[in-house]
DNA sequence: GCCAACGTTGGC
DNA sequence: GCCAACGTTGGC
């Protein structure tokens, strides 16, 4: 969904560990797309099931491994709906307190809409006009996060 | 591997 | 409802 001047609704960042699944992952992946499965914290939860609206963009972000930063842009391709992992009892995001009728986690879809150059974590903190952005915050370890249009574009523009 | 920051759990 | 203990995240 677009607002009035054909901008997306909201503007994301979503945290990935490469080694777990990566920008090139999503460049493979069938359609360029995949659930994003296994967030099992309420925050981030929210804002997938509450807030993200088809055509949402995101930055993708690999975490945890030698270079973090930004690795590419996706979009909300699927409404959130319950994740099917939490009722995998063979699977590590499996949740017992999780049921059909009551899931108690949700997933999105998202589409790769380009691979970008890497923009690492250490290069995002040189800009003064990102110092705001959540993922700049000390102590923030939310993987998904809110990105303001301000900031969005502003990247944008240094890709 | 370290450790700061933060979220969750569970006893009381 | 408090809060100590524990587990996880994620940069360095």
Known sequence: MLDDNGYPMHYWLMKSEPAEFSIDDLVRAAKNT???FGVRN????NFMRDQMQLGDLAFFYHSSCEV???AGIV???KLAYPDATQFDRKSSYFDPKATRDNPRWFNVEIRLVKKTQLVPLSKLRDYPRLAGMQLLQRGNRLSITPVDPAEWKF???IL
Do not use: D, F, L
């Open 42 to 45: 309420y925050q981030a939860r």
């Open 34 to 36: 995949t659930p994003w």
């Open 75 to 77: 979009e909300i391709a």
């Open 68 to 70: 973090p930063g930004i």
């Open 155 to 157: 990247i944008m523009g």
